[in-house]
């Protein structure tokens, strides 16, 4: 198989690659021979094969097309992702519809492209998704935003409070603060499985596509903190990963920032 790695003592990303048409697997394979850092230890014809081969050669990422024969990449990536959770799954497709999208990062891929990536971004997804980042392209980001947007409720703005006096019952809640998140889909605090504020606020801002250090910057928090939240938000909802906790907070309607 291709192989391409640049600097003594880096361990190059194993990857294995996944897609049904034989020219656009060979070009894959080719194309990934060609970036530093990837060595392409197998490839698959289906998504029945792309498990067998992750099986085999534990790779560290699959690079996986979604239409195809005897098992589709969503089945093929929620196996892979049940057996082989230390292996990342890359979707790189034709298709960017919410009905390819979605279903994918729900099974646990964490990068989704389509084929009209080229070799800089699809490697770039390739090194992120490994290192524990989102490998999504900038028109899946907008969709997964698109779709935040929409599933927020809409409200009229609240009226304004004497200073000194509390709100009357049925009226709106005060709006927070500048810089924080606010979780539309729980105005009266009842936020689904257990989530605490700050772990919707911080799921709200992964949603925005912030890393780490970027919400402990603007939560005035460590970094540190900020990694104890998301991991009890992840236990909580049982997502796997910032993929899958993009697709539940865009579900519970768990909206991004005010600026």
């Known amino acids: 198989m291709a192989r391409a790695a640049e600097g003594a003592g880096v361990s190059p ?16 394979v080719m194309l990934l021979g060609l970036l530093p850092g990837i060595e392409v230890v197998a490839a698959a014809a289906d998504g029945e ?34 057996a082989h959770p230390e292996t990342e799954v890359v979707v790189l497709t034709t298709y960017a519809d919410d009905d390819s999208l979605f279903p994918a990062l729900q099974a646990g891929a ?3 492209l389509t084929k009209d990536a080229g070799g800089e971004e699809i490697a770039r997804a390739i090194t992120d998704v490994r290192s524990g980042a989102a490998g999504l392209s900038p028109q899946v980001q907008l969709r997964l935003l698109e779709r935040l947007a929409d599933a927020a409720p809409t409200a009229g703005p609240a009226p304004a409070a004497a200073p000194g006096t509390s709100s009357s019952p049925g009226s709106s809640p ?39 250090t970027e919400i402990a910057r603007r939560l005035f928090v460590s970094p540190a903190t900020v990694k104890t939240h998301i991991n009890n938000l992840f236990a909580k909802t049982a997502v796997r990963d910032r993929a899958q906790a993009v697709a539940y907070a865009f579900r519970h309607g768990i909206t991004g920032t005010q600026q």
């Open 13 to 28: 990303v194993r990857v294995v690659v996944a897609d049904d048409q034989t020219v656009v697997r060979e070009g894959i």
């Open 49 to 82: 094969e792309a498990v067998a081969l992750v099986e085999r050669h534990h790779p560290d990422v699959v690079l996986m097309d979604l239409r195809m024969p005897r098992c589709d990449g969503v089945e093929a990536t929620r196996r892979i992702r049940s």
């Open 110 to 112: 964490r990068g989704y």
């Open 174 to 212: 005060p709006r927070p603060a500048p810089g924080r998140a606010v979780s539309s889909a729980a105005p009266t605090g009842e936020l689904p499985d257990g989530l605490t504020a700050r772990e919707a606020e911080v799921l709200a801002l992964i949603a925005d596509g912030l890393s780490n």
